[in-house]
């Protein structure tokens, strides 16, 4: 059963950066998408980016040209490096694995705050 543990959220600045990290286990097939989704209180669960084995990547419009999706493969691990980050950019980001092989798999999440 595939497993996904996040890390690297934390406490920054606006214009700061982060970079979170998505780590796999389980894993029995290496055809797949990653992506992570962010939370804020009281609102829904909202795609951010997502990263295929292939290599395709996606964007939400809000995160490009400051978010860099980027996969490990040696390592089953996805990245998000977050640069320019505004207060809007809150919440908390969760990853989630899709594929032929597996039922849709979110990880417990990391929690992002930009303040000052």
């Known amino acids: 059963q595939v497993q996904l543990v996040e890390s690297g959220g934390g406490l920054v600045q606006p214009g700061g950066s982060l970079r979170l990290s998505c780590a796999a286990t389980?894993?029995?097939?290496?055809?797949?998408?990653m992506g992570w989704y962010r939370q804020a209180p009281g609102e829904m669960r909202d795609f951010v980016a997502d990263i295929s084995t292939l290599g395709t990547t996606m964007y939400k419009e809000a995160v490009k040209g400051r978010f860099t999706i980027s996969f490990n493969r040696a390592k089953d691990t996805v990245y998000l490096q977050m640069d320019s980050l505004k207060t809007e950019d809150t919440g908390t980001y969760y990853c989630k694995i899709t594929g032929p092989a597996y039922e849709d798999t979110w990880g417990q999440g990391t929690p992002v705050t930009v303040s000052s």
């Open positions: 389980g894993i029995v097939s290496h055809i797949y998408i």
